[in-house]
C-alpha cells in the first residue's frame, strides 16, 4: 500500500520536503472558510489518481506552458482548481463557461478560479489553495469542505490578461450540487468525462488569428480551448492518459478571441 502525505505547498508547487515549511502530523481536510493552516494531502485518493499524483510531484514549469509568470514578479495572482470527480461514466473534470460580458476570456470554458484576494493569505504560500477553492464557491456553488487538495502544478502566465496562475489539483471527495451562481460571471457549469477528454474524435488544434496553434477539446457542446485546454492537454500526457490524435485537423478561432 502506498504511503500518504500531507503538507503545506508552496504556489509553484514545491513541497515542504524542499526546505519551505514543516510537514504536520494530523489531517486537515482543505476548507475555505477557516484561518488554520489548509491542507494538500494524497490520503484516501482514489487508485486511478496515482498518474496525476505523480506528475504534479515531478513536472516541470517549462513542460506545461513556454508561458511563464515574468521574473521581475509582474503579473496578477491568481488561482484555478482542477477538481477531478467520479461520475456515472467514470473520472471527470468540472468546468464552467464565462459570461460572454466578461472583460478577459468572454465566453471561454474554463477551470473556476480567478484573482487571489487579500484575505487569502499569503499569495506564496496557501494563498492560491484559498483562492480557488472561494473562487470555485462562488462561480459554481461547488461546497469547499467536500473537496480534497492533493497537489499543485506550478505556476503558469497568460499573457492576454497578465495573470499569473497556480493550478490547484483537488478530489472532489464529497460531491455537492453545482450551477450558476451569478449569470453576470458564469453563463454555466458542466462536468467532462476524462473518456471524452482523451477521446481522439474530441481532439482538435485551435488556430488564432495570430497564428499561435494550441490543442483543443470538442466536449459538452463546447469548444474547449487556451489556458484551460492546454493544462489539460499537459495533464492527461503526464499522466499517461493522452491517446494518439490527429493534430492536423483544425478549428479557425474568431479575430476576437
Known amino acids: 500500500m502506498k504511503t500518504h502525505e500531507q503538507s503545506h505547498v508552496r504556489a509553484d508547487g514545491q513541497t515542504p520536503d524542499r526546505g519551505d515549511v514543516e510537514k504536520r502530523e494530523h489531517d486537515h481536510t482543505a476548507d475555505a472558510g477557516r484561518d488554520d493552516a489548509i491542507a494538500v494531502t494524497t490520503e484516501g485518493l482514489p487508485g486511478w489518481l496515482d498518474p496525476v499524483v505523480r506528475a504534479a510531484r515531478t513536472v516541470e514549469p517549462r513542460q506545461l506552458s513556454r508561458f511563464l509568470p ?11 482548481l482542477i477538481l477531478f470527480g467520479e461520475g456515472e461514466r467514470g473520472p471527470e473534470l468540472l468546468l464552467m463557461e464565462r459570461s460572454g460580458s466578461l472583460r478577459s476570456h468572454a465566453g471561454q470554458p474554463s477551470f473556476p478560479g480567478g484573482a487571489l484576494d487579500p484575505e487569502d493569505g499569503d499569495q506564496a504560500t496557501t494563498g492560491p489553495l484559498r483562492a480557488a477553492l ?14 480534497q487538495l492533493f497537489g499543485v502544478l506550478p505556476r503558469l502566465y497568460i499573457p492576454v490578461s497578465s495573470f499569473v496562475v497556480t493550478p490547484v489539483l483537488g478530489w472532489w471527495r464529497v460531491p455537492s450540487p453545482v450551477g450558476v451562481v451569478d449569470p453576470a460571471e458564469t453563463a454555466r457549469v458542466f462536468t ?10 474530441n481532439r482538435v488544434t485551435t488556430v ?4 499561435h496553434l494550441g490543442p483543443a477539446f470538442l466536449v459538452e457542446s463546447a469548444l474547449v480551448w487556451g489556458f484551460t485546454a492546454g493544462v489539460i492537454d499537459r495533464v492527461l500526457h503526464f499522466a499517461g492518459w493522452e491517446r494518439p490524435w490527429d493534430r492536423s485537423r483544425q478549428v479557425p478561432l474568431d479575430w476576437r478571441a
Open 134 to 147: 472561494r473562487e470555485a464557491e462562488e462561480e459554481t456553488g461547488l461546497d469547499p469542505h467536500g473537496v
Open 192 to 201: 467532462v468525462p476524462v473518456a471524452d477528454l482523451t477521446d481522439p474524435a
Open 208 to 211: 488564432h488569428p495570430s497564428g
Open 70 to 80: 515574468p521574473e521581475n514578479g509582474a503579473g496578477r495572482q491568481s488561482a484555478v
